[in-house]
């Protein structure tokens, strides 16, 4: 959720960090602050985004040391006050905090019985006054005080801390947020995501739960919650400046967008070939077997990870003949959850960071799973806690909305279906070859609807002010309904809900008249004379609808007030290409909204708080 940045070293600080802030943005936006020391500690911070602080710094901030903010509310709503940094009563320590601290109202009275004044709505603030009283204790002892304080705290954070009186170094601390430390040449960073460092350093150490570090410019210690000292492993950040860039686009989400040709070339580079119709992926080859016998397969995720979880389900079922459950990982962790060993779940998350997969990961890991995930984030905490797994590799996704994600998730779910079916013996030899040989014409496929994006907008100008929308699919096409009807309700706030066709029958279709557009993703094959009965349905009542549909099929685009085609493919893989459009729609929807497409209102891209 929120973004943390800190600098220490030659340039001027406020410089490095309001640059860093604006990678950030994405992951919350609705108030950001700096803290900086150049002789004593200085703080400007407000609602509003990174823009907006800059603006406040045009005077400049000297000073080669400085922590930074941007903020996605949890405590206390976006105003002045709540914004990060926090200051300890005597102000001399400034706090930006990631996470929640769950018993802040407790800490806060015994502090306030203690003396100290508060000026804030957050749970943050508690956090300075804190090491204010342990450093009351031993002045001298910064790190003593940071160590004391964390171990009365309950809940989770990503925390830097700077100290007027210790003006070389920036303290972090780590609990369920992620963090990593860069490493310039005599220079260091720390931030809550590597694209906030990707310019000035590709070496970086990420933080594991517990651990506290402190940065100088000349190096750096990391240190265990025992306070014993640790050696960290040095990761090389492979992140390059085009890709967190919006290069020409006007927004990341349609650069993004664009990117899925390159996306899913990337994430089968390597993995496939098309002559020998075979698989390989190196991530899951030591636990295939285990794989291959499984009990039954668990998907866990959240948002559109979740929607590629349920493409995945009808995939694995259908390929390798592996039952399979698709859970929201919030809802699985709260409801005692049947599963031990014997089962395998696989976790999906583009962040690698989402709390509530992580939490559902660790509690089927304590059971006794075997825990795999399909990340996109090299080096995230999903990604690093789970047994084994396949990276997507579509590149940093910046856009709150997730595109190239979903694809990319959608292919490696592809692949391990394939994979695995081949292993388990439930798939024939042509049709394996088949489905490897058409996912290789995927990204070429892509291009080819993106051709048509034109199209597209120009049925988006038609229902820019439509109150409500209406998503239909059937099998491969459902989980694609769901996702378009997302996309559209977190970037144009338009209402919109995404169905079964035929579940439609009861209920939805009380909605339908003459002002209700219905999007009718009819692309499969086996399911086409059912879905052409659900869309007369939708005619009968006069609905508005927009089909999306494979070339040539006469019996949809008779029915259909607009049809966008996609090239004919496997119904397995329609979901790659169907989806394309309905992101395009959101997109143009939004735009002429006027709404900001890269940041909707209360979203964050990474929900790192459950
Ligand atoms: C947030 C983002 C979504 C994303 C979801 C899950 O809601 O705005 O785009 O699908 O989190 O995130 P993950 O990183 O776990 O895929």
């Known amino acids: 959720m929120c973004g943390i940045v800190g600098y220490v070293g030659p340039k001027k600080a406020s410089e490095v960090i309001i640059k860093g802030l604006k990678r950030l943005e994405y992951r919350g936006y609705d108030s950001a602050g700096i803290a900086t020391i150049n002789g004593s500690l200085s703080v400007k911070k407000g609602k509003g985004k990174v823009a907006k602080l800059e603006s406040l710094l045009s005077s400049g901030v000297e000073g080669g040391i400085g922590i930074g903010h941007t903020r996605w509310a949890t405590h206390g709503e976006p105003n002045d006050i709540n ?8 102000g001399k320590i400034a706090v930006v905090h990631n996470g929640i601290i769950e018993n802040y109202n407790t800490l806060k009275k015994n502090l306030s019985d203690r003396g100290y004044s508060f000026y804030s709505e957050t749970d943050t603030e508690v956090v300075a006054k804190l090491i204010e009283s342990f450093l009351e204790e031993k002045p001298e002892d910064l790190k003593r005080a940071v160590r004391l304080s964390l171990a009365q705290i309950n809940g989770t954070y990503g925390l830097a801390i700077v100290h007027e009186d210790f003006p070389d170094q920036i303290m972090v601390a780590r609990k369920g947020s992620p963090l990593l430390l860069g ?3 005599g220079e260091m960073l720390i931030a809550s995501d590597a694209s906030a460092v990707a310019e000035y350093t590709d070496k970086v150490v990420y933080l594991d739960d517990g651990e506290l570090a402190i940065i100088r410019k000349d190096g750096y210690e990391v240190h265990s919650s025992q306070d014993e000292a640790l050696t960290k492993e040095v990761h090389e950040l492979a992140m390059s400046l085009d890709e967190i860039e919006k290069g020409g686009f006007p927004h990341f989400m349609l650069k993004e967008i664009f990117e899925q040709p390159k996306a899913i070339s990337d994430c089968l580079r390597g993995r496939i070939n098309p002559a020998k119709g075979t698989i390989t992926l190196g991530g899951i080859e030591s636990v295939l077997d285990q794989l291959a ?8 995720a959240c948002g559109t990870s979740w929607h590629s ?38 976790v999906i998350s583009q962040s690698g960071e989402t709390a509530d997969t992580l939490a559902a990961l660790r509690e089927a890991k304590q059971k006794g799973a075997l825990v795999l995930g399909v990340v996109n984030v090299v080096g995230s905490s999903i990604a690093r806690e789970t047994d084994a797994g396949v990276y997507i590799h579509a590149g940093p996704e910046i856009g709150v909305a997730s595109t190239k994600a979903f694809t990319a998730q959608v292919t490696v779910l592809t692949l391990m279906a394939i994979k695995l079916a081949q292993h388990r013996g439930t798939i024939e030899d042509k049709k394996a070859a088949e489905l490897i040989r058409e996912l290789d014409q995927i990204p070429g496929k892509i291009e080819h609807v993106l051709k048509n994006a034109s199209g597209i907008e120009h049925i988006s100008n038609l229902f820019t002010y439509a109150p409500n929308f209406l998503y239909l699919g059937r099998s491969y096409g459902f989980p694609v309904a769901l996702e378009g009807a997302l996309k559209l309700k977190e970037i144009s706030y338009i209402h919109a809900e995404g169905y079964p066709a035929a ?60 049809v966008t085609e996609v090239p004919e493919t496997i119904d397995e893989l329609t979901p790659l290409l169907t989806v394309i459009p309905l992101q395009l729609l959101s997109y143009y929807i939004a735009v002429n909204r006027g709404c900001n497409v890269d940041q909707p209102r209360n979203l964050a891209k990474s929900v790192t708080v459950e």
């Open 309 to 346: 979880g349920l493409v995945g389900e009808y995939l694995f079922e259908s390929l390798a003949e592996l039952p399979v459950e698709v859970e929201y990982a919030s809802e699985f962790r709260y409801r005692a959850p049947l599963i031990g060993e014997g089962d395998v779940m696989i």
């Open 83 to 90: 914004s990060h940094p926090h200051l300890s009563d005597d």
């Open 503 to 562: 579940e439609m029958k009861h209920g939805p279709i009380a909605l339908i008249d003459d002002m209700m557009p219905v999007v009718v993703i009819a692309a499969t094959d086996h399911t086409n004379d059912k879905m052409v009965s659900n869309i007369e349905e939708v005619k009968a009542r006069k609905g508005r609808i927009i089909a999306i549909t494979v070339e040539g099929n006469k019996e949809v685009e008779n029915l259909a007030e607009f």
């Open 293 to 300: 016998n499984a009990r039954r397969i668990i998907i866990a």
């Open 183 to 185: 490493i310039g040449e």
